[in-house]
């Protein structure tokens, strides 16, 4: 048996080969479609954490402003 490469490949070899060419591609562009997907959310984290911190920021100057809260003194229970 002589198993030699013919210099003509077949037509399953050029489909295959199709096959796994357009599936490079489409990975490639999945991961690009993911990597920048990572890149807006991690945007959008960061502005909404500067939004909270900024609220936060903005809470505590108005609960330093706001006078003491008056202890209000417990109630005794009358003796029965």
Known sequence: MN???SAV???EAIARSHRQRLAAEEG??????VERQ???VRKNMA???ELRQAK???D???AAALPAPALKKR??????
């Open 56 to 58: 936060e920021a903005a």
């Open 47 to 49: 502005r909404l954490r």
């Open 3 to 5: 198993a030699r490469k």
């Open 60 to 62: 505590a100057v108005i």
């Open 28 to 33: 490639a562009r999945a991961i690009a479609d």
């Open 9 to 11: 490949p077949s037509p």
């Open 38 to 40: 990572g890149v807006e």
């Open 75 to 80: 109630a005794r229970k009358s003796p029965r």
